[in-house]
Nanobody, 122 residues
Framework: QVQLVESGGGLVQAGGSLRLSCAASGRTFSNYAMGWFRQAPGKEREFVAGISRSGSRTSYADSVKGRFTISRDDAKNTVNLQMNSLKPEDTAVYYC???????????????WGQGTQVTVSS
């Protein structure tokens, strides 16, 4: 089992940037594809970005392509999400997730963090 803890959320103005981090513990981090999901009030949780076990492949939701960048540091057991050019519609609780799979697109990950709030003001 792997435990995931997010950090880095907060309040930012539209056009600004935030960097989310997720620290993993418990199992061999490099065995897991990692990703970020988000859930806005009244909406379903949605995939945002994912990165493969090796870090060589990434996937993004169309709504964040060109603005968000996912990365991983296996030496530190962390996965990061750099969010630039933030928009009010990016406001949501962001969740780190992991799964024992190949590929970078996560669909039903088995492991979740507790979430961190991101609020973008207009």
């Amino acid at each position: 089992q792997v435990q995931l803890v997010e950090s880095g959320g907060g309040l930012v103005q539209a056009g600004g940037s935030l960097r989310l981090s997720c620290a993993a513990s418990g199992r061999t981090f490099s065995n897991y594809a990692m990703g970020w999901f988000r859930q806005a009030p009244g909406k379903e949780r949605e995939f945002v970005a994912g990165i493969s076990r090796s870090g060589s492949r990434t996937s993004y939701a169309d709504s964040v392509k060109g603005r968000f960048t996912i990365s991983r540091d296996d030496a530190k057991n962390t996965v990061n999400l750099q969010m630039n050019s933030l928009k009010p519609e990016d406001t949501a609780v962001y969740y780190c997730a992991g799964d024992l799979q190949y590929g970078s697109r996560l669909y039903s990950p088995g492991y979740w963090g507790q979430g961190t709030q991101v609020t973008v003001s207009s």
